[in-house]
């Protein structure tokens, strides 16, 4: 759960929006409402995928990332393995540790 402008509370997702052509499929990683459809109404971009160049292009702004998960969002499961790809989830735990460990 994250709030939004106005007090109001949402549960945010960061998952793949697809756009590109048929047959020419391309992503932006963005983050959403959970209850918005997948091409539909988004808060922020994070990143683009394109899974069909080779080597495959990824590129995910590693703070906004970074914030996103520290307020709550959760990302889907090809997210989830994209963030890893890049480091971003193993810093996000790594950070998530020292903020514990500094306030005990």
Known sequence: ???LKGGETVL???RLMR????NNPRYRIVVADA???RNGKFIEILGHYNPTREPEELNINRERALYWLSVGAQPTEIVLRLLCKLG????FHRLKKEAKKSSN
């Open 35 to 37: 209850k918005a459809p």
């Open 88 to 91: 971003i989830w193993q810093e």
């Open 1 to 3: 759960m994250v709030a």
């Open 19 to 22: 756009v590109g052509a048929r």
């Open 12 to 14: 945010v997702r960061m």
